[in-house]
């Protein structure tokens, strides 16, 4: 009876003990990141399309065992829109039968003439120009005319003036279709680790162009913390050194994240799972705590915030 109240104590008090390091967390990040890098894409300059090279959708999806789909319906499945400027990929679910192109394609007028219809941009520049004016919007100016489209859903969502392309997007970006809003996780720590790590960086990968300045990543070793430091110490901010060339750096953080290590910290409450990272991204580098919630619809609340070196807006580091 001693030793059962023993391991009871001893396993309540790993459950509640702040600070304490996770190394499969450390492990399961590194995995999925390291094949994230391993994408790569290709373009062709005839098409103008971009297109993901090498990529094992079902191999990438199942290094997230931690997590099952909410309804056993639907599957997982992936879409790459790109072009010489941009790329992002979107994971989405959908019922088996269902073919994403084949779908909208059957919407359009002209199912095979690609230049049919505008993407929202080229809406916004028509209206801005003057070809294009919304109804109820004559007496407006351009730019007026403009943000009254936006406003106005009964405008900005009809899909009449849309492209294929415009279409696709409006359905991949739309909450309800999204996979990591569609995932239960396992009640534990790595369910937790895995559903934050999807629900935030799981559609890191193949980022091309302007979308790279969304890239975003975990660092969980310290020598690359003290690489970042290096790099930033040659790029100090001062009045007389370019914008793009400008770093500022918490020391005391700084110390701090060395003292006490990078490795995320995962702690099981009964208001939710609160798990601290430390993230790097175009801006800076960043130590945050995210709260998951222990119970549906899962939400994740970014807690806290901390700044540990900060990267001028117009310089991007290299990933």
Known sequence: MKNLITITIFVLFLNIIPGVAQPNAVEFIKKVQTYQDSIKTTYDEDTGKRQLGSFDFNKYMQMFNALKIKDSHDVFDYFYIGNRVFGNPFIYIKKPDFDLIRHFKATMKNPEDESEGMSLMQMLNSILMGSVIPQNTENLSPSERAQYFLNDSTLSKNTEWMSLQQKVLNFLT???????????????????????????YGEQFALAGHSLQ??????????????IAKRCAGMKCDKNVPQ???????????????????????????????????????????KETFQVMRSQPYKVILRDKKEIFSISTYYMMSF
């Open 214 to 227: 969304k890239k975003r990543t975990i660092v969980c070793s310290e020598t690359e913390v003290e690489e």
């Open 174 to 200: 739309d909450s309800t279709n999204k996979a990591c809003n569609n995932v239960i996780p396992e009640d534990t720590k790595e369910g937790y680790m895995q559903y934050l790590f999807f629900h935030e």
């Open 244 to 286: 793009e060339e400008c770093c500022e750096c918490d020391s005391i953080a700084l110390a701090e994240t060395l003292r006490t290590g990078v490795s995320p910290i995962i702690e099981m409450r009964e208001d939710g799972c609160f798990i601290t990272l430390y993230e790097k991204d175009t801006s800076g580098l960043f």
